[in-house]
């Protein structure tokens, strides 16, 4: 698609939001059949730019702050029932218009997607496994595109906007770092039958008080439960791993399944892709529940805790505060050696080091 051409104007590591909304209703689910079908509906050949005339300088790299700078343009297409996709245009970054009554505004009908791009030791500039976020992207759109009552009915107006941007580590403990998190029963981030499976805003802000509840109790994200046997869903911003000795102590990597609850990551995917391919130790998608993970803990089963997301990539947990007591984690003295494993693999796939058909070349 056209838009990876802006890659080439940050350097470095991007990131990608792409958004969706809807200025009346949602996007049709006949527009998103299919990937090929999408990229037909308007061409990198109609590409319309508008250079902006006040260029930034650009940031110091070892200041990043992750999601607070920007390039100097954005990609913007318009869509009508009327019209179909009008015209890209990569314009100046600016401001968006919208009307009082956006039902992004008041039912929250939009979905987005968070990418990123990499410049590699090659200093081709190259993305990381862009076609699963489109997927997701799709299955998003459809799914917003179901209607509710309260008035929400099928879209008439709605447009798609890039935004890029080179970005610092995640956590402000740094790339690598331990985090500790906070598991509370009384909150709860999505159901079965719901849409805690797509990449929607509406799945994001509720959980932003439960986060501040996680940072005023001395925990960086919150390890969301379901059920009254608490299963275990995801992390804030990141899928869940446990590695550890089953009962017959035999060494498994456990994750949540995709079951509707969790989003189904792209980091989340390619770590269950590695570990398959070395087929050294178990790996399985399952439910996983607090009593099973405290059961282990106490039993020194545990060997490493970690998330995986595009943001972070690998973080380990070395703490998770549940029922008022903090629990421990082992994940830092036992290495964590697959975390750290797992970080390497694709990062060294990321930047080019390892050559992969998960790197899209962009430029």
Known sequence: MATVALCALTGGKVSFNCNVFSKRLCLQGSLFKSCRLV???FKA???QIEL???????PDATKLVFGKSFSDHMLTIQWSLEKGWEKPQIKPFQNLSIHPACSALHYSVELFEGLKAYRC?????RMFRPMLNMERFHRGALRACLPPSLGVTRSNYAMIFVIIGPVGPYFATGSFNPVSLLADPRFVRSWKGGVGDNKMGGNYGPTIYVQNEAARDGCQQVLWLYGDNHEVTEVGTMNLFVFWK???????LVTPPLDGLILPGVTRHSLLDLARKWGEFKVSERKITMGELMTALKENQILEVFGSGTACVVCPVSRILYHGQNHHIPTMENGPKLAKRFLKELTDIQYGRTPSDWMHLVV
């Open 39 to 41: 990229s037909t509906m």
């Open 246 to 252: 089953d009962k017959n102590g035999e060494e498994e």
């Open 45 to 47: 050949s109609d590409m």
């Open 121 to 125: 030791v090659d200093k081709k500039i």
């Open 52 to 58: 902006s005339k006040q260029p930034k300088e650009k």
